[in-house]
């Protein structure tokens, strides 16, 4: 997208935002909002995530396997279901994608809170079976890591050893709804059902995590 085809996004955008008294652009908005990206970086984003998505008569006639899965991705507002009336799948979809880009950090900012360089940064996502997640979709190339990953001393312990497994072809929203959904397979003695998220920060064991996650493969 050249900066020409950009000038009619860009005032669109703007236009919306001066309707909702919101002060500024769209690009100073990003800014603001700590999103090192343009507002044409972001359309562009959004299209290549909706291209991944299903189609309409995909939905209609391919169900998820089962109700787990059903659940996991209702549970972050994506629906499999045919359009119907104002129900809108896909723009739940791309809200809840805007929703895991914003509050996504920057390498530098995965860096200062894991206490290393930007460059272990970017090894930790690179190569084959990579140890952090991140998005990497607009055209300028840069990663964006979403917050599941993290708590406040950095990296959550253990997850390294559970992202390499998961497949590379999920979803973000798939990914983050994997992690942040219970899971019948990781219960405690008191019988409560932890998401993989809660079962890593509790200390549990990590290879239960990581056998679950070589079973979606």
């Known amino acids: 997208m050249t900066h020409q085809d950009q000038e009619p996004l860009r005032e669109f955008s703007d236009e919306k935002l001066q309707a909702r008294g919101i002060e500024g652009t769209g690009d100073e908005l990003l800014r603001r909002k700590g999103i090192d990206m343009s507002m044409g970086d972001v359309f562009e984003l959004f299209l290549s995530q909706v291209a991944d ?21 209702s549970a972050l507002g994506l629906s499999l279901d045919p359009f119907e ?29 894991m206490g290393v360089g930007n460059s272990r940064i970017r090894q930790l996502l690179g190569g084959e079976s ?14 964006r890591l979403p917050r599941f990953q993290f708590d406040e001393q950095g990296l959550i312990p253990g ?12 979803h973000p929203l798939e990914v983050v709804s994997w992690f942040s959904s219970p899971s ?34």
Request: without cysteine; glycine residues 6%.
């Open 159 to 170: 997850i390294d050893q559970v992202l390499p497994e998961l497949p590379r072809d999920l």
């Open 184 to 217: 019948p397979d990781l219960v405690t003695g008191d019988g409560a059902r932890y998401s993989p998220l809660q079962w890593l920060r509790a200390g549990h064991s990590v290879e239960a995590v990581v056998d679950i996650a070589k079973k979606l493969n």
């Open 85 to 113: 009336g104002e129900a809108d799948p896909l723009a739940t979809s791309i809200a809840a994608y805007t929703d895991l880009l914003a509050s996504s950090l920057t390498t530098s900012e995965a860096a200062v809170l």
């Open 53 to 73: 998505l299903p189609d309409v008569d995909q939905r209609s006639v391919r169900p998820p396997e089962d109700e787990e899965t059903r659940e996991r991705l």
């Open 130 to 143: 990579p140890r952090l997640y991140g998005i990497k979709k607009d055209r300028r190339g840069s990663w």
